[in-house]
T-cell receptor, first 111, second 119 residues
């Protein structure tokens, strides 16, 4: 089945550093979204970037979209220990509102 | 706004029993809800799309008689794992997109998940 690819699978950084994770798809991107999941919890929507947008900011989050490469990146600046979580990208599959999920990046921010 | 609840948050049951998980949109209506299964350190696997007032749409490889879905109202969908076995142990998460046409229509709002352990 369709699936987004994410890298890295796991990332460990020190507090204050920036974290970058990438997501790519084999098909064209519609509405690329990033979600965060704390261990054993549901997912929280972080940011959505549309296919006609190239960059979007929300607080310490910066998302870019390259439709020609069918890829997106999520940058978390000045990371905090509380940013430790798994981050997933997802894209709308079409009119049925399904999301096609990436494999996720597990981020550990060490104090 | 846009809160989704799930109940129970965790359940332990004996092999062969059935378990019902509820997913509720608390402050918005949802004609569609999605049920996912997630194994440790893995991504979400879509099991089925729950449609209010009609039959659920199951993904390939998901047994509809095993995972019964009912979407009886615009705020409630239930997933029943019938005759549960240890291999059904997993984290089950539901999500709901808001009604179409709004500014957040492409997002999904997630429940906190239900941890099922079958002994």
């Amino acid at each position: 089945s369709q699936q987004g690819e994410e890298d890295p699978q796991a990332l460990s950084i020190q507090e204050g550093e920036n974290a970058t994770m990438n997501c790519s798809y084999k098909t064209s991107i519609n509405n690329l979204q990033w979600y965060r999941q704390n261990s054993g919890r549901g997912l929280v929507h972080l940011i959505l970037i549309r296919s006609n947008e190239r960059e979007k900011h929300s607080g310490r989050l910066r998302v870019t979209l390259d439709t020609s490469k069918k890829s997106s990146s999520l940058l978390i600046t000045a990371s905090r220990a509380a940013d430790t979580a798994s981050y997933f990208c997802a894209d709308n599959a079409g009119n049925n509102r399904k999301l096609i999920w990436g494999l996720g990046t597990s981020l550990a921010v060490n104090p | 706004g846009a809160v989704v609840s799930q109940h129970p948050s965790w359940v332990i049951c004996k092999s062969g029993t059935s378990v019902k998980i509820e997913c509720r949109s608390l402050d918005f209506q949802a004609t569609t809800m999605f049920w996912y299964r997630q194994f440790p350190k893995q991504s979400l696997m879509l099991m089925a799309t729950s449609n209010e007032g009609s039959k659920a749409t199951y993904e390939q490889g998901v047994e509809k008689d095993k995972f019964l879905i009912n979407h009886a109202s615009l705020t409630l969908s239930t997933l029943t794992v019938t005759s549960a076995h240890p291999e059904d142990s997993s984290f089950y998460i539901c999500s709901a997109p808001p009604l179409a046409g709004g500014p957040r229509q492409n997002e999904q709002f997630f429940g906190p998940g239900t941890r099922l352990t079958v002994l």
